[in-house]
């Protein structure tokens, strides 16, 4: 059984992401990163090179792609059980969430020194986290602390119910 957890992200081969036609061959399963090394998208295919030659790019540039990595497959039987382990993993913002509306989150960026945002990473793996999971639920219990104190003044938005 494959493990996504055991990919070393940081240390795939990989190239930046406007120097695709520099991208080898191989069948591989590829990551889309952003230059913080947050997952956007995870894909495979047969030949990287020819896959990326007629990719859609905008949504990618949309979320400030800054590399691609992949990792290679020599078994091709092995691509799409690999991939569909991966997204479930690393739940990329670009990839289908089926049951999930598009517009359920919202996107944000985090500044951080990369010494603390490579600790971190390496850390919450270690708690079978990661940064996205630790940040939401520190703001949630954030909240629920600050709300026991005093109810918040904002009124939570819901849709019309249909009668």
């Not at 691609?68 to 997204?87: G, H």
């Amino acid at each position: 059984m494959f493990d996504p957890q055991t990919i070393p992200l940081l240390t795939l081969p990989s190239v930046a992401f406007d120097n695709r036609k520099a991208l080898p061959t191989y069948a591989a399963i590829y990551f889309v990163l952003n230059a913080q090394g947050t997952v956007l998208y995870i894909g495979q295919t047969q030949c990287l090179f020819q896959r990326w030659q007629g990719h859609f790019f905008a949504r990618f540039r949309a979320h400030h792609a800054s590399r691609i990595a992949w990792l290679v497959m020599s078994d091709d039987t092995l691509l799409k059980p690999v991939e569909k382990a991966c997204i479930a993993y690393f739940d990329p913002l670009c990839n289908t969430r089926k049951g999930r509306a598009p517009d359920e989150l919202i996107q944000t960026t985090l500044r951080v020194r990369p010494e603390v945002f490579r600790k971190a990473q390496f850390y919450l793996h270690e708690d079978d986290s990661n940064i996205n999971e630790f940040c939401a639920k520190q703001l949630e219990q954030y909240i629920e602390k600050r709300e026991r104190r005093a109810p918040s003044p904002l009124v939570e938005q819901r849709e019309p119910q249909a009668s």
